[in-house]
């Protein structure tokens, strides 16, 4: 069953890096990069709030463009509250992160229109702080992220599909699960809101499919650590001058949750944005 449900959100769509960026949503996966000698610093805070074990985590990121369709990004997270939960690229963890993000193809169709993909790929690191629940004296080992994503944005309207692949090394007869993600992104920038503002803002539904493979432990497979979910729900990206603001919330719509895991009632993210330029460009 859970295959099938994979199978279907693929089919769906497929999030950004696994943390928002100030240029397109919070949950899902994007093809924006900044532009050649832009850097960006983003910080925010995601929840992940379920019957039992909540998880909310800090995060800033800095993000590089070395050519106008080359981006490099380190994450640095913190654990405000750690929770027994799936492991997840899009509502945030413990691990550091690296991602070089590549937009290898990028068609202008019309004034403010374009089609693009990006794909990225990067390293993942386990942090410093101890591990909760059933994750707790698990011998750890760094793993590598990847993901692709493809759509088009115009003055009005955002369309944007992807998915990726989370997976681990293992450690003495210890591996954390392969975590497949998908996305799908709609974005809508209302007529009233393309004049001349102070501040430009979107409106996007964001729909997150996943699979969590099985955890590791001792050389055996752990029954009951893998899960399948869909979540989607509604955010909002504003933009003024060289800042960003994005948040929003994503609901269960499908679960199929292995025992040991709690089911969560909500995802929930909020990101501010800087952009700046060095003084070369």
Do not use: C
């Not at 960026?21 to 093809?31: E, L």
């Not at 229109?113 to 698990?138: H, K």
């Not at 998908?182 to 997150?208: C, I, K």
């Amino acid at each position: 069953m859970r295959t099938h449900v994979l199978l279907f959100a693929l089919l769906l769509g497929t999030g950004a890096e696994a943390f928002a960026s100030g240029h397109g949503p919070v949950f899902g996966f994007a093809t924006p990069v900044n532009s050649q000698g832009e850097w960006s610093f983003d910080a925010g805070m995601f929840g992940r709030n379920a019957t039992f074990g909540s998880q909310l985590t800090a995060r800033t990121m800095a993000s590089y463009g070395f050519t106008p369709h080359l981006q490099f990004s380190l994450i640095a997270p913190a654990l405000a509250q750690q929770g027994s939960l799936p492991m997840t690229m899009m509502s945030g963890g413990g691990e550091f992160q690296t991602n070089l993000a590549w937009r290898f193809h990028h068609q202008p169709n019309a004034i403010g229109s374009r089609f693009e993909s990006t794909a990225s790929v990067g390293l993942v690191v386990p942090g410093p702080q101890d591990n909760f629940g059933m994750f707790r004296g698990m011998r750890l080992a760094p793993g590598v992220s990847s993901w692709i994503a493809t759509g088009v944005a115009s003055r009005s309207h955002y369309l944007w599909i992807g998915g990726g692949l989370m997976r681990f090394a293992e450690s003495q007869g210890d591996r954390r699960p392969n975590v497949y993600s998908t996305s799908f992104v709609y974005g809508y920038r209302p007529h009233a809101w393309r004049n001349d503002r102070p501040w430009d803002w979107r409106l996007f539904a964001e729909f997150s499919g996943e699979y969590v493979g099985l955890m590791e432990r001792a050389g055996a497979l752990m029954p009951g650590s893998d899960a399948s979910q869909i979540f989607g729900g509604p955010t909002v990206l504003g933009i003024y001058k060289y800042f960003a603001i994005s948040g929003g919330a994503q609901f269960p719509i499908y679960r199929d949750m292995g025992r040991l895991y709690p089911r969560e009632r909500v995802r929930f993210a909020i990101n501010v944005s800087y952009f700046l330029f060095s003084h070369s460009h």
